[in-house]
């Protein structure tokens, strides 16, 4: 049973540029929820997709969006990228109680 | 903001217990701890949780107080692998809501 997988593994854009990250949830989950995570803090909540709408968002600005698939799968998208995008991007998918992790995007913006 | 204070840091020596603190004195009745751990660079990995009572597994147990102000996670035979960030987590929202809310986490370093 595969777990959580994202890609791609490692990004490098440039300023105003946009970028979509995408993750696919472990079998049976159909919860996405996705976590920018910059060097040396906790991740911190983006957003949360449930039945491909989005359910709840934390203090994000607009440039960031996402989208769920039909088969559960999800898309991050941020446009306008800034210096402090810079992160670890992280996905955690759950059915109805504990999220699991998958490895992150790493997403350098120069 | 974080619902839990943990220390910044420990140690423990390979093959020793690890007991790692967490204060969450706010919880509400219907709110799990949660403990995660995070190796170098790689996504947070799940541990365990619990609402009232103790709770064991294959990785290791947790030690809520009866007030449940505040919890234990126990690692019983530390290993140089458990080094990492170890993150105590009061899981808030309703339902299938469940956003987790990430402190600074304890980093657990384990000595040979």
């Known amino acids: 049973d595969a777990g959580v997988t994202q890609s791609p593994t490692h990004l490098i854009k440039t300023r105003g540029q946009q970028v979509t990250l995408r993750c696919s949830p472990k079998s049976g989950h159909d919860t996405v929820s996705w976590y920018q995570q910059a060097l040396g803090q906790g991740p911190q909540f983006i957003f949360q997709?449930?039945?491909?709408?989005?359910?709840q968002r934390g203090n994000f600005p607009d440039r960031f969006s996402g989208h769920q698939f039909p088969n559960y799968s999800s898309e991050l998208n941020v446009n306008a990228l800034l210096l402090g995008d810079s992160a670890l991007y992280l996905c955690a998918s759950s059915a109805w109680d504990t999220q699991y992790f998958g490895p992150g995007t790493r997403l350098t913006v120069l | 903001d974080a619902k839990t204070t943990q220390p910044p840091s420990m140690d423990c020596a390979e093959g020793r217990a690890a007991n790692l603190p967490c204060n969450h004195s706010?919880?509400?009745?219907?709110?799990?701890v949660y403990w995660y751990r995070q190796i170098h660079s790689q996504g947070p990995q799940y541990i365990i949780h619990g609402l009232k009572n103790n709770e064991t597994n294959e990785m290791a147990s947790l030690i809520i107080t009866e007030d449940r102000k505040s919890s234990t996670l126990i690692l019983p035979h530390a290993t140089l692998r458990d080094t990492a960030v170890y993150y105590c987590?009061?899981?808030?929202?309703?339902?299938?809501?469940?956003?987790?809310?990430f402190g600074k986490g304890t980093k657990l370093t384990v000595n040979p």
């Open positions: 706010t919880i509400s009745g219907n709110e799990y």
């Open positions: 987590i009061v899981r808030v929202g309703q339902g299938g809501s469940e956003k987790l809310v």
């Open positions: 997709y449930y039945e491909e709408e989005e359910r």
